[in-house]
Each structure stands twice: as C-alpha cells, then as structure tokens.
C-alpha cells in the first residue's frame, strides 16, 4: 500500500510504504510545521516503521527526517553522492530563511541495484544522478511503481541549475534508467501528480527529442 502527503510551502510529496505484515518505511518525510509532523505521526501509529528512504538529500525532502528518527529510532538510507547536500541543509535552510531545521545523518547507504526489503517488499534501487548526484529512485516491480524523486515529472523534469545539478546529466538518467522499465509502471514523483513511463516517453517535452 502506498499513501502519499503533500507538505510544506515546497508542496513535497512524502510517501509511506506499508507492506502486508504491517512494516512500513517512510519515503522522503517533508513534513516541516508541528502540526504536518503531528500528522505524519498519527498516520503511522498502526504500523511498524522500520526505515526512512530518501531519493535525495535537498531540504524539501528532509525536514521531517530528525523528528522521525527521533520517535521512531529508524535508520535513514541514502546514497553516499549527496552527503555534501545533506552537510550544508542548516546553511541552505538559513539562506532560504527557514527556521528550525533539524539536522541529522544518515546511518545506510544505497546504491545502483541493492535491493531494500521490509516485510515481503522489495524496492530496487537505481542511481538517476542529474537533479542531484546521489539521486536515486526505489522501483517495486512486484506493484508496477516507482518512487521517483524529483527527476522526472508529468509533463516535466527536475531541476539542474541547484548546487551540483547537470541537465545533460538528468536527461541521460532518465532516458538510460527509467525509461528501460516497462511503460504501464507509475511514477510517484517528488512534487505534483503521478504519472506513468509511457506517457512521459510520448508526451513530456523535454524528453521527445
């Protein structure tokens, strides 16, 4: 089962995985205010949360990650490229004129074909660089879905002029990564609704090309 929140003025997208058994990872927690946090927590009282999961390390997509590991005492996996982004979230939540952010480190690593498993869950792992260098996204095969980030968008793609970012980079990733999987799987993306492989290869033009 998946269930998704919109949070925080960035309108993030924070996605939980409940497998069968009642384990559950939450994936790229945005929630910033009290009461999103509130939120997130209530939602999850049922489930044994055993991880976070992050695609990437910008701000958007961490607010809530110290909140969690604080009431839950998960580990959070992400992968090693974009430690430097995960270094300087105080400095950029300062620059952004965001109170309160909460750092934290990461625990886990992931990388290009790991396999993450909670309950009988499987997610595979793909490295899609470009939005970030350690962007990666969690493909579930057996649920015909992937956790997508913020590389590719209905219609859209994510952005490369961030610290760090490249759009020949993202635009290679995309074409070379996602686009090999089949074209009925859905992308729950990092912002806005989801979408579907083959929509975005025929429609999306930034990728028709």
């Known amino acids: 089962?998946?269930?998704s929140f919109v949070f925080s003025p960035f309108q993030e997208n924070t996605y939980v995985l409940t497998d069968p058994s009642g384990e559950t990872i939450v994936?790229?927690?945005g929630c910033y205010t009290q009461a999103e946090k509130e939120q997130l927590k209530d939602f999850l009282k049922p489930f044994n949360v055993k991880a976070?999961?992050?695609?990437?390390?910008?701000l958007d997509h961490i607010f809530g990650v110290a909140y969690l590991k604080r009431h839950y005492d998960v580990p959070v996996y992400m992968h090693k490229l974009d430690l430097p982004i995960l270094a300087?979230?105080?400095?950029?939540?300062?620059?952004?004129?965001?109170?309160?952010?909460?750092?934290?480190?990461?625990?886990?690593?992931?990388?290009?074909?790991?396999?993450?498993?909670?309950?009988?869950?499987?997610?595979?792992v793909l490295h899609v660089p470009g939005h970030a260098p350690g962007h990666i996204v969690f493909v579930s095969h057996e649920n015909e879905m992937i956790i997508g980030g913020d590389c590719l968008f209905r219609r859209s793609i994510g952005r490369t002029d961030l610290p760090m970012g490249d759009h020949d980079t993202l635009i290679n990733s995309i074409k070379t990564k996602l686009f090999s999987l089949p074209d009925h799987y859905t992308v729950y993306?990092?912002?806005?609704e989801p979408t579907t492989i083959g929509e975005e290869k025929q429609f999306n033009p930034f990728l028709r090309q």
């Open 1 to 3: 089962m998946i269930t």
């Open 27 to 29: 994936v790229d927690p």
């Open 52 to 58: 976070i999961l992050l695609t990437h390390a910008h």
């Open 88 to 124: 300087d979230f105080e400095m950029r939540c300062k620059m952004w004129g965001i109170p309160g952010a909460e750092s934290f480190e990461a625990e886990k690593f992931l990388e290009e074909g790991d396999v993450f498993t909670f309950g009988q869950t499987q997610l595979e």
């Open 189 to 192: 993306p990092g912002h806005m």
